[in-house]
């Protein structure tokens, strides 16, 4: 079973629509999670850190639930511009960060 | 500020050919990571210094990569004799985090490294 585990997608979305990503992670000692973004030949960036039971930012949501290790995204009224892929990075005891494959969306007009 | 730097941006080599890859962390940054990431898969953890020390060297893939930041600021990651396999991007995070664990890493732009 990989670390971590999100579904690659692509999620197709008409612009204004709620969406929500599911990650799941394997190791129970994480302590903290990050979503992060990527566009198309960039790098990385980070989007929300999710240190308790979750996190809100605008139009952003994650939910953290360790008991069953899987973290959560949700973007309501998608823009044009969410369009990317969504990393989910859980961080266990050491300083090294264990990617996803990440969830890929589109956001259409 | 001046965010992380990565350089060269593209590299193309022949296969067996040494090849350097250098990052500029964010000034005052205590850590960096390098991660490699093939097309469509998420970044691949390979290696973590702590200013100039090395604490964890567990993701490189083989003994042909070696990774150095001997002064505790800027990093290069070496490959030597480069197999077709070693085509990716190669991303340099730096976090201002001694230790702590949540301190998010940002990432340069990444080298993009094609073995010929």
């Known amino acids: 079973r990989k670390e971590v585990e999100q579904d690659p997608g692509p999620f197709n979305v008409p612009e204004g629509a709620t969406v929500a990503f599911n990650c799941t992670y394997s190791?129970?000692?994480?302590?903290?999670f990050f979503w992060y973004r990527q566009d198309c030949r960039k790098e990385p960036k980070l989007l929300m850190s999710?240190?308790?039971s979750g996190n809100e930012d605008g139009r952003f949501t994650a939910q953290l639930n360790r008991a069953s290790q899987y973290i959560s995204l949700l973007i309501r009224d998608s823009k044009l511009s969410d369009s990317a892929t969504y990393l989910c990075?859980?961080?266990?005891?050491?300083?090294?960060?264990?990617f996803g494959g990440g969830t890929r969306l589109m956001v259409k007009p | 500020g001046a965010g992380v730097s990565q350089s060269p941006r593209y590299k193309v080599a022949k296969r067996g050919q040494d090849v350097a890859l250098r990052c500029d962390p964010i000034?005052?940054?205590?850590?960096l990571f390098w991660y490699q990431q093939a097309l469509g898969q998420g970044p691949e953890f390979l290696t973590y210094?702590?200013?100039?020390?090395?604490?964890?060297k567990s993701g490189l893939p083989s003994d042909r990569f070696f990774a150095e930041r001997p002064e505790g600021s800027v990093s290069t990651l070496k490959i030597q004799r480069t197999q077709q396999e070693d085509s990716a991007v190669y991303l340099c995070?730096?976090?201002?985090?001694?230790?702590?664990?949540?301190?998010?890493?940002?990432f340069g732009d990444g080298t993009r490294l094609s073995i010929l």
């Open positions: 995070a730096s976090s201002s985090s001694g230790g702590k664990v949540d301190q998010p890493q940002h």
């Open positions: 190791n129970s000692a994480s302590q903290s």
């Open positions: 999710v240190y308790s």
């Open positions: 990075v859980p961080r266990g005891a050491g300083n090294m960060l264990t």
């Open positions: 000034s005052g940054h205590v850590s």
């Open positions: 210094f702590q200013n100039e020390a090395q604490l964890d």
